[in-house]
């Protein structure tokens, strides 16, 4: 039998990701054989991370889910047997036409973010059919809400620096940002700059991969990142580093800035956030002084009730001192603001029926036990692109909202996760070489094609096919609801912007990627002239938007907003305590990602499994030895929300007061079926609805 010769696809990393990679596909006999970076590419350069270099392994794993099932056993125990696809999308349909005639159609929720990132199958593609069917508008924070807002609402939607440009800059400061687990493909940009003499500064409560590869590392309290930035602006006006010129110029509301950061002196700095006064004098004249200069600007940042202030405060630096005046200097949080994405497009927020309520998915929990009294109660739930049982907080709540049996559940998935063994109905999901889709990145400058490399595996089908199905199934006859993965693509982007003139999807197609028509790295200086994209076309020191009340993010509801209706912001950054931290328990729990998990992918999976290795909780010396805690030890950590088990790794890595957890592992593969969102609250950030995921007490204790 002649083998077939290979063929290479060009494809692209599907996850939500700032690197959105570029991939080449080696196919052989219909069989994916290999994936590797695409060398071509500017950002990719032909490397791939610890998650996705054998993607191959994740598309034929032997425990992927092919085809459609109905639950069998007791919800949770993951017993299913094989059903047609006509069965369950007759059954889909019987039960949420059950439901809306007996409670209205608000008792159905879907709950979704970003397990695909795509334009075609990402965050957006169920939007349509249920605020067409006059669902719960489910409100998504669970990511860079509140640092989306604090930051709009100092610089507006500006996407900031060139991430390429980084290798002009002299001072990088990386605030909360593990560059090297989490933005592989950043990390050589800033390491060229290193190499050229610049100055690399980690903000981080715990020694990172990427904090130890840097020249100074500050190591913060968990949620005081906005008490440090207020004091390094008191530093930066109190010893005249301020250019004047550039703040007369393109600013307003300095001299209420400089009142609000006077209330800051280093001595309440410190204690609050636990830098010595003079490691915060040195680092703020060091970072007004050497130019260029640029913050990166990590997510877990806003995870605290200031985290979205903490940001608004951190995006008037780069102002302050004339940053913006350089090539290379500035402030990047999320790019992906120069994609002209036509999201209202793809949301359709205009089929939400005037009254449709909205919930939060953060109180997930709450909601589906009953606790938050919802009228009509959440009776359906379509679950796709999320593994809430995983990565929403108040984890026991949550699930054992989902182990209701009066609770109709459809799962849409690639394997029986934690929360797929809650399902009525479990569908089965293509992965990204088995569909066509256009991403978007929130991490470089450049649109990427994914083609399909092999056929869908089973009856698996792509989330934009299962929501063709469904309208089919439901009676929406409009032909928006039946546009093929191509059209949907082309519908998605502003091929008219700039940034995309003279660009098609063709295009893309043909080559793989495009860059949008921005400045080259080493000429783009976006606002050395002001042009800001705020109300006053200034750097907002006093936000404009949060004076006025009039809210700052997208208006379309299915997006995070900027804040409920009526609440009042503070329109000058502040910092407001953590809630938990140091309280009735000893510790501070922060949950960054794992290195080699991508929030709850690939936690099954044996290679990234072995790299992972069983949970972890990494402990100071001196809190392991005051709690009696050995290193390889198991131990538990709880509160009243809850307990996990996890072993322990005494290092001094982390601060003094703090554990560190990472996220994403699977409750059902780990010992005491629990993980880390077991013991995080579902309360919010002041700004933007932002998860407090580091605001969180604990206690660790051994397991005799």
């Known amino acids: 039998m002649t083998t077939a010769q290979p063929t290479i696809v060009r494809s692209a990393c599907p996850h939500d990701c700032p690197d959105t990679c570029a991939m080449l596909t080696e196919v052989r006999d219909g069989r994916v054989v290999g994936v590797k970076g695409d060398p071509d590419h500017p950002f990719t350069q032909g490397h791939l991370c610890a998650k996705v270099k054998n993607y191959q392994a994740r598309v034929h794993s032997p425990d992927r889910l092919l085809y459609p099932m109905r639950r069998t056993g007791p919800k949770g125990v993951g017993q299913f047997a094989r059903i047609t696809w006509q069965a369950a999308l007759a059954e889909i349909g019987q039960r949420f036409r059950a439901t809306i005639a007996e409670h209205g159609a608000e008792a159905i929720l879907p709950c979704s973010y970003m397990g695909q990132e795509g334009l075609v199958h990402g965050i957006h593609c169920g939007d349509p059919f249920f605020n067409r069917l006059g669902a719960t508008v489910a409100e998504r924070t669970f990511c860079n809400s509140g640092a989306n807002a604090g930051y709009v609402m100092t610089l507006g939607p500006t996407p900031g620096v060139d991430p390429e440009a980084f290798v002009h800059a002299r001072f990088i400061v990386l605030w909360a940002a593990n560059t090297i687990s989490t933005a592989l493909h950043h990390w050589p940009f800033i390491a060229e700059a290193k190499a050229r003499g610049a100055t690399v500064v980690a903000i981080d409560p715990l020694r990172s991969r990427t904090a130890a590869k840097c020249d100074w590392h500050l190591p913060i309290r968990p949620g005081t990142d906005a008490a440090l930035a207020l004091g390094m602006i008191q530093v930066i006006v109190a010893e005249g580093l301020v250019d004047h010129a550039y703040v007369a110029a393109h600013t307003q509301g300095f001299a209420a800035l400089a009142a609000r950061a006077a209330e800051y002196p280093l001595e309440r700095v410190a204690a609050i956030t636990g830098i010595a006064v003079a490691e915060i004098r040195r680092f703020a004249r060091a970072y007004a002084t050497t130019q260029p200069s640029v913050i990166r600007v990590g997510v877990a940042i806003e995870r605290s009730p200031s985290g979205g202030q903490a940001v608004q405060a951190i995006a008037a630096l780069p102002a302050l001192i004339g940053a913006w005046r350089h090539v290379g200097g500035g402030i990047l949080q999320n790019p992906n603001r120069a994609f002209p994405i036509r999201r209202e497009h793809l949301a359709r927020p205009d089929f939400i029926r005037p009254g449709t309520r909205a919930l939060n998915l953060m109180r997930l929990g709450r909601a589906l036990t009953g606790e938050l009294g919802l009228v009509p109660p959440v009776k359906a739930l379509v679950i796709y692109n999320c593994n809430p049982a995983v990565t929403l907080p108040e984890q026991e709540r949550v699930v054992a ?147 006025a009340g009039s809210g700052v993010l997208p208006n379309f509801r299915q997006m995070y907003r900027g804040n409920q209706a009526g609440l009042a912001v503070d329109p000058l950054p502040d910092f407001v305590p953590p809630a938990e931290g140091h309280g009735r328990y000893g510790l501070s729990l922060i949950s960054p990602k794992a290195h080699a998990l991508l929030n709850s992918s ?28 050995r290193g390889g030890a198991r131990v538990r950590i709880f509160n009243d929300r809850g307990s996990m088990s996890a072993l322990a790794q005494v290092s001094d890595a982390v601060r003094e007061g703090v554990v560190a957890a990472p996220l994403g592992y699977w409750r059902k593969l780990e010992a005491g079926g629990a993980t880390v969102n077991a013991l995080s609250s579902d309360a919010v950030g002041v700004i933007g609805g932002a998860p407090t995921f580091s605001d969180t007490g604990v206690e660790v204790a051994p397991v005799n």
């Open 602 to 629: 690939y936690a099954n999976l044996p290679v990234q499994r072995h790299l992972a290795g069983q949970q972890p909780i990494m402990i100071h010396p001196k809190d392991a030895a005051a709690r009696g805690i």
């Open 401 to 547: 909202g989902l182990a209701r049996a009066d609770l109709f559940t459809v799962v849409h998935e690639q394997f029986i996760t934690d929360t797929a063994d809650y399902a009525d109905i479990l569908l089965p999901a293509t992965t990204q070489l088995e569909q066509f889709d256009l991403m978007f990145s929130w991490g470089h400058y450049y649109l990427t094609a994914n083609e399909p490399a092999i056929a869908p595996l089973g009856e698996a089908v792509s989330n934009a096919e299962l929501f063709r199905r469904l309208a089919r199934e439901l009676g929406f006859n409009d032909p928006f609801f039946q546009r093929s993965d191509q059209v949907i693509a082309e519908e998605a982007m502003d091929w008219s912007a700039p940034a995309l003139a003279g660009s098609s999807l063709g295009e893309a197609r043909a080559r793989g990627y495009i860059r949008l028509k921005l400045p080259a790295p080493d000429a783009g200086r976006p606002h050395a002239e002001g042009n800001f994209p705020t109300p006053s076309g200034k750097c907002e020191f006093v936000s404009s938007a949060a004076a």
